[in-house]
């Protein structure tokens, strides 16, 4: 490995977190352009990995965790898979929370690294609607799961969901527009309803909308993100 690409020990601007869906990881971990991009970053975070659950890859000075997917009884290969790649000088205020699902894998930053509030990072892949793997109906809905997490973890800290969510939000509102606190039945109620600010037009070069993308948007608005 060219030394040029080796990582170096601190980071001077701050904590720099990225996700890739990198379409197999396995055969690129000795590549010397893969490496160049994984490491301008402290916490990696890779989607489709494609890798099987006795596969490991090793990148010099990071720490990885890698979640596989069963192989897929059509092709015998493995599909999906998200691995969490972040620095060994990390590894002290990281710990992996969450991995019992087949769609994320959650983890926490912790505070002591100098950030206001814990961090709850959540890693996710979430396959095409019309994916043979979705619509097995073998798994709870990925998107009620998310929210419940973020309900759970919200109160604890702050939230980055971050991954590959096949999600088509074209330029629908992620938050709520015309919202008031000025019919709440009980006067008390408004010192625990915040009221959703109307957030700036979103653009977006892709106008499609799909089903994950209604449902990420709505997670968005019910949880204020």
Request: hydrophobic share 30%; glycine share 8%; aromatic share 10%.
């Amino acid at each position: 490995m060219n030394s040029k690409h080796k990582p170096n020990g601190e980071c001077a601007h701050g904590l720099n977190i990225g996700t890739w869906n990198i379409n197999g990881v396995k055969d690129k971990c000795q590549d010397d352009d893969f490496l160049e991009i994984v490491y301008k970053y402290d916490i990696l975070i890779l989607t489709e990995t494609w890798l099987g659950c006795n596969d490991q890859i090793d990148i010099p000075g990071y720490y990885i965790y890698s979640q596989s997917r069963n192989k897929s009884s059509y092709v015998n290969r493995n599909y999906g898979g998200i691995a969490i790649l972040a620095r060994l000088k990390l590894r002290k205020h990281l710990k992996i929370i969450d991995v019992n699902s087949d769609f994320c894998v959650w983890l926490k930053l912790n505070m002591s690294i100098g950030l206001e509030n814990d961090l709850y990072i959540g890693g996710l892949y979430i396959p095409p609607h019309d994916s043979s793997f979705y619509k097995s109906n073998k798994h709870d809905d990925p998107f009620t799961e998310l929210n419940n997490k973020i309900c759970q973890y919200q109160s604890l800290g702050n939230i980055l969901i971050t991954g590959d969510l096949n999600s088509r939000t074209g330029t629908l509102d992620d938050f709520l527009t015309n919202d008031s606190d000025k019919f709440l039945p009980i006067q008390g109620d408004r010192e625990f309803y915040n009221v959703d600010s109307d957030g700036f037009l979103r653009y977006n070069s892709d106008l499609k909308v799909n089903s994950h993308g209604r449902k990420i948007v709505h997670i968005c608005k019910e949880n204020s993100l």
